[in-house]
């Protein structure tokens, strides 16, 4: 193995070919990977608030993107809502507003504070955890990365506050955990310091991750990022972004985006491709997709979360996008 960061699968490398790869290759991000854990079973533990996990690790900034690789073993992560997002080993979690979470095993455990099972800084080492009751073991490796893009908006939600990606068979995942081993290896016990593989391999994780998340975006093939940075789209897409469930209208959304109705219809589909009604049709499904492989929601609760007030209708216009049922998209998609 070389010294340096093995390049990127040609999954990743064809990216640049499209425009999603084109705007992710673009994105300016800073960080590394900072802590390693082994945790037993059974374990938990809650973390500090994203703005205290901010000032930690990047000091005078107020959010991060965190991001957690399983190398071994099973877990789960939960923010606000409480609902726990499964993960297994190759599996990558990622919060891409770093909001405060709680993270554990198969077993139940009283969550306890990240403070009190981590060597407080200044670090001079990467910083081990060992934690749990002895029991079967979960590696899981932790990085930040920061960003002034508008995709790391929390006021845009353009991604869920939390989401696990499971790279596909064949190079992706194996480039990820070639290069988390290697990082590994390179780091246990040496001194912390922004070397190149400390660095650039967050970055390079990170996009690949985006990459496979993003791919069922409505309209991304059209330049769905760069949407974000529209003066007409921005507020609209916040809005259905921030609360998917509401039926939203097309004179609400003219309204909050200070234009006419055809103007914002328009804009839509200048940029998009697609009218703003069937964007937030299809941005519903594109998140029932993460909710049905990571979570243990039921159906009729996944679609009243993305806004389908019916069970029976959620069902149809998932099969119509998909080919299948959730309860059939869910039982091949399951992530553990």
Same mark, same amino acid.
């Given at each position: 193995?070389? *010294?340096?960061?093995?390049?990127?699968?040609?999954?990743?490398?064809?990216?640049?070919? %499209?425009?999603? *790869?084109?705007?992710?290759?673009?994105?300016?991000?800073?960080?590394?990977?900072?802590?390693?854990?082994?945790?037993?079973?059974?374990?938990?533990?809650?973390?500090?608030? +994203?703005?205290?996990?901010?000032?930690?690790? =990047?000091?005078?900034?107020? =959010?991060?993107?965190?991001?957690?690789?399983?190398?071994?073993?099973?877990?789960?992560?939960?923010?606000? %809502?409480?609902?726990?997002?499964?993960?297994?080993?190759?599996?990558?979690?990622?919060?891409?507003? +770093?909001?405060?979470?709680?993270?554990?095993?198969?077993?139940?455990?009283?969550?306890?504070?990240?403070?009190?099972?981590?060597?407080?800084?200044?670090?001079?080492?990467?910083?081990?955890?060992?934690?749990?009751? +002895?029991?079967?073991? #979960?590696?899981?490796?932790? +990085?930040?990365?920061?960003?002034? %893009?508008?995709?790391?908006?929390? =006021?845009?939600?353009?991604?869920?506050?939390?989401?696990?990606?499971?790279?596909?068979? *064949?190079?992706?995942?194996?480039?990820?955990?070639? $290069?988390?081993?290697?990082?590994?290896?390179?780091? %246990?016990?040496?001194?912390?310091?922004?070397?190149?593989?400390?660095?650039?391999?967050?970055?390079?994780?990170?996009?690949?991750?985006?990459?496979?998340?993003?791919? #069922?975006?409505?309209?991304?093939?059209?330049? &769905?990022?760069?949407?974000?940075?529209?003066?007409?789209?921005?507020?609209?897409?916040?809005?259905?972004?921030?609360?998917?469930?509401?039926?939203? #209208?097309?004179?609400?959304?003219?309204?909050?985006?200070?234009?006419?109705?055809?103007?914002?219809?328009?804009?839509?589909?200048?940029?998009?491709?697609?009218?703003?009604?069937?964007?937030?049709?299809? &941005?519903?499904?594109?998140?029932?997709?993460?909710?049905?492989?990571?979570?243990?929601?039921? $159906?009729?609760?996944?679609? =009243?979360?993305? *806004?389908?007030?019916?069970?029976?209708?959620?069902?149809?216009?998932?099969?119509?996008?998909?080919?299948?049922?959730? #309860?059939? &998209?869910?039982?091949?998609?399951?992530?553990?």
């Amino acid at each position: 193995m070389t *010294g340096t960061v093995d390049p990127l699968p040609t999954t990743v490398q064809s990216a640049v070919a %499209d425009p999603l *790869g084109v705007v992710l290759q673009g994105l300016r991000l800073e960080g590394a990977i900072f802590l390693r854990a082994e945790y037993t079973e059974s374990w938990s533990y809650e973390s500090a608030t +994203g703005a205290v996990t901010a000032q930690l690790l =990047r000091p005078g900034t107020d =959010r991060v993107v965190l991001f957690h690789v399983v190398a071994r073993g099973t877990c789960w992560v939960a923010i606000g %809502d409480g609902e726990k997002h499964w993960a297994a080993a190759g599996d990558v979690i990622v919060l891409p507003y +770093g909001d405060q979470h709680r993270m554990g095993g198969v077993g139940e455990a009283e969550s306890v504070p990240l403070a009190t099972i981590l060597v407080p800084p200044p670090w001079h080492q990467m910083p081990v955890i060992r934690h749990g009751a +002895g029991g079967s073991r #979960t590696d899981v490796v932790c +990085g930040y990365l920061h960003s002034d %893009d508008a995709l790391f908006d929390p =006021r845009l939600r353009a991604l869920p506050p939390v989401f696990v990606v499971r790279p596909p068979e *064949g190079p992706a995942a194996e480039w990820v955990s070639a $290069n988390i081993a290697y990082a590994l290896a390179q780091v %246990d016990g040496a001194a912390m310091g922004p070397s190149t593989m400390s660095v650039r391999l967050p970055e390079l994780l990170l996009v690949e991750v985006l990459r496979l998340h993003l791919a #069922t975006a409505p309209a991304v093939e059209h330049g &769905w990022l760069a949407a974000l940075h529209d003066p007409v789209l921005r507020p609209a897409l916040a809005a259905i972004h921030g609360d998917p469930a509401h039926r939203w #209208t097309v004179p609400e959304l003219a309204q909050l985006a200070a234009v006419s109705r055809s103007a914002l219809d328009a804009r839509f589909r200048q940029i998009l491709g697609l009218s703003p009604i069937r964007y937030l049709a299809d &941005w519903r499904l594109h998140l029932a997709r993460d909710l049905l492989s990571t979570t243990d929601l039921g $159906n009729a609760t996944v679609a =009243r979360r993305v *806004g389908y007030e019916a069970e029976e209708a959620f069902s149809r216009a998932f099969k119509r996008a998909y080919g299948r049922s959730p #309860t059939s &998209w869910r039982a091949e998609h399951r992530m553990r």
